[in-house]
DNA sequence: CGACAAGTTGATGTTACTCAAAAGTGGTGG
DNA sequence: CCACCACTTTTGAGTAACATCAACTTGTCG
């Protein structure tokens, strides 16, 4: 008879983050909290993949804030997306890799995906990454709409609007504050603003009782007037 | 004893490209040599995928030119990437569709790629996919950089790059003509730019003599130089 | 030839950038 | 506990890049 994996607040929010994602069995269950007591460690601005290195396992994230980002050789940076708890970190093949890197933002904490082939009785947890990837790519479209057509304003509240929507659980209770520990430089490498502009912008939303920002916490104190608001500047 | 495919000029140009990415058997290129002669035509502005829909199987770009794109609700559009002839269209589980499309911008044909589970003998080719979908990927990692943090001229001529890229084999010889039927108005919507500033920068780039466009085409006259303005603009 | 789409031009407006400096914040060691 | 440091946030003034609007020209195709 199978252990019944009760998956409770004690499970890790990676992992809850996971299971929504696809059906997953116990033997995903026990893997997955294996892997997570062998977690690696990694220190606030030390990268996790180094531009042009190929990576052999993909990787998930465990805790923390992490970003994927490139810079030009004149020194603009580019932040291509935030990797937050449950994100998967792709394997990257010999010959693919690129000037981009992922750089840990916060502390952070991931440990190593197992290969498909090397574990085929971990179908959920496949599924799962699969059904992770193409989430991801549906946020780089989002982020692609946003710094092509969006302004200032709309960005920031169409970003806020994603961060704390890959904070939540399906399950959630509707919580307006949320994790954003982020600094207005890095969320202007994010924006494809610069740091001012996104100090002004954070003021109007401020003023506006649309948002509230400070001591590593966002809050969205009118998140429907705050959808309402990207997308309609005409 | 097997016959052997001698893949020549006459093979589509989708299927050099896409044999460029992954060794391919003698199956997967009957497989794919077959899948070609039952290719589907769509005509130019109609749509490969529609906006909220899912698809079961993925598309393999045959010919013409593609775009994947989304609208703000007060009308703003925001072209994500273009397909262009081997690229690959995934197929989108159910719950996931957004408000984002696959239309035809010139007549295009595609032809759908058997699921992984149904035709394991077609492995190179299921590699072939899975490495389309990370080069994808790294195109849209480009495209977030470019309207992050680079200016009109340089979008444009990092775009142009990019185009040139993706319509050349690995082993063609250095072409710097390759066709570009877009209008500029269509160019504006991908590089997060109007129509008028898109003709103002491609003067630029004619009066600096180093793109000339024209009649469905575009020639790179000077493409180091190019590479080099990109990311230079201190 | 005529109609419609695409490209071009000029004048004007607005958003966001740049530069520079001041004020606030948190952490560290004496 | 305070002084100091580095980093972040905030403020102001001037500027550059790109958008907007509207007209006009060119090209394309039936």
């Not at 193409?134 to 169409?158: F, K, M, P, W």
Request: glycine share 4%; proline share 6%; charged share 25%.
């Amino acid at each position: 008879m199978q252990k019944v994996v009760h998956h409770d607040k004690a499970t890790p929010f990676a992992i809850r983050r996971l299971s929504a994602l696809a059906r997953l069995s116990n033997e995903d269950f026990v893997w997955l909290e294996e892997a997570a007591r062998r977690r690696q460690r990694i220190l606030p601005k030390c990268d996790v993949v180094e531009a042009g290195a190929a990576t052999r396992a993909a990787l998930l994230m465990l805790e923390g804030w992490a970003y994927r980002s490139c810079m030009t050789p004149d020194g603009r940076r580019q932040i291509i997306q935030f990797l937050l708890p449950g994100d998967v970190i792709p394997a990257l093949p010999e010959g693919l890799t690129q000037h981009i890197s992922v750089t840990a933002f916060t502390h952070i904490a991931v440990c190593a995906l197992p290969d498909p082939a090397s574990l085929p009785e971990c179908d959920g947890l496949m599924k799962a990454v699969a059904m992770s990837a193409t989430l991801d790519t549906r946020y780089l479209y989002r982020q692609i709409a946003r710094l092509g057509r969006l302004d200032a304003l709309e960005r920031v509240v169409d970003w806020l609007l994603e961060i704390r929507e890959r904070q939540k659980l399906p399950d959630d209770f509707h919580d307006n504050t949320f994790p954003m520990p982020l600094t207005q430089e890095t969320i202007a490498d994010t924006l494809g603003l610069t740091a001012v502009h996104v100090n002004r912008t954070l003021q109007a939303l401020r003023r506006a009782d649309l948002v509230q920002i400070g001591r590593g916490t966002a809050t969205l104190i009118d998140p429907e007037q705050c959808e309402l608001l990207v997308g309609h500047r005409r």
